[in-house]
């Protein structure tokens, strides 16, 4: 079995990759608030007790019990194993920032990059926080951890998923591909699930139409914001905006 623990910010396609892995490659088991939550920083040495995850229901007592069964504790045994033998990986999701920024805020209630510039401004520094951890924890697994582009996946599916088939040497045992069906919500969503939620247009992405909820002046507010350095390495260019 392959373990991969999952990474991202909120609305950075979490859950469209969980789905992506799970139903295109063989014996994978995406690790997603086990060991922590996905949205949580990388913490270098795991907290195997599971006394400090991030959600009590998938927490655990190390002798083999659990309050609840989301996890037996063979899984945990196995998955200590891998990482002790450096067979435990990392797929790490990142979203256009922009893009991610306006996801983001419509969660939350915040629909005017105009109007809550305050709490834009917070939400900034906190991507910026994440994916600067995310960052260490690739430098420090470059065979193991790996970003990926949401909109690599939108534009170019096939390919990229030969190459996430590359670098978890992973076989192929699908080929279902959500980006031009579905709108993924949900991590704990199947394919049969996903097929029933509505449709969206991948090409809101691809062609960059969240850039008109922005004016001018919010992109001159926010964009020397972000870490220029993580813009460089997660392969984002603010400037040609």
């Known amino acids: 079995m ?5 990474y991202g ?9 969980k ?16 060991l922590g939550s996905k949205h949580m920083a990388w913490p270098e040495e795991f907290d195997w007790s599971g006394e400090s995850w991030e959600k009590k229901i998938y927490r655990y007592k190390y002798r083999g ?27 790490v ?11 983001y805020g419509r969660s939350f209630g ?9 709490w834009f401004t917070k939400m900034i520094l906190y991507w910026n926080k994440r994916y600067t951890n995310w960052r260490e924890l690739i430098e420090s697994n470059p065979t193991r951890a790996c970003i990926w582009q949401y ?29 031009n069906k579905v709108k993924v919500v949900g991590q704990n969503a199947t394919k049969e699930q996903s097929l029933m939620i509505k449709k969206f247009d991948p090409n809101y992405y691809l062609e960059c139409k969240y850039l008109d909820l ?3 002046d919010d992109l001159e507010l926010y964009i020397p914001l972000f870490d220029k350095s993580l813009l460089d390495f997660l392969g984002y260019d603010l400037s040609a905006v």
């Not at 392959?2 to 999952?6: A, E, H, Q, V």
């Not at 910010?9 to 990759?17: C, D, E, L, P, R």
């Not at 789905?19 to 086990?34: A, G, I, K, M, P």
């Not at 999701?93 to 996801?103: D, E, R, T, Y």
Request: proline share 4%.
């Open 110 to 118: 915040h629909h005017s990059p105009s109007e809550d510039q305050d």
């Open 9 to 17: 910010i909120g609305k950075s396609f979490t859950n469209y990759a």
């Open 151 to 179: 909109e690599s996946f939108l534009q170019e599916f096939y390919i990229t998923l030969s190459w996430v088939a590359d670098f978890y040497d992973l076989q192929l045992k699908g080929s279902f591909n959500p980006s």
């Open 19 to 34: 789905l992506v892995l799970t139903e295109n490659f063989e014996n994978v088991q995406v690790l997603v608030d086990f």
């Open 65 to 91: 019990d659990s309050d609840f069964n989301e996890f037996p504790y063979e899984l945990l045994v196995k998955v200590k194993l891998a990482y002790e033998k450096n067979e435990l990986y990392y797929f």
């Open 214 to 216: 922005f004016s001018k």
């Open 2 to 6: 392959n373990y991969i623990k999952l």
């Open 93 to 103: 999701c990142v979203k256009h920032p922009l893009a991610w920024l306006i996801s």
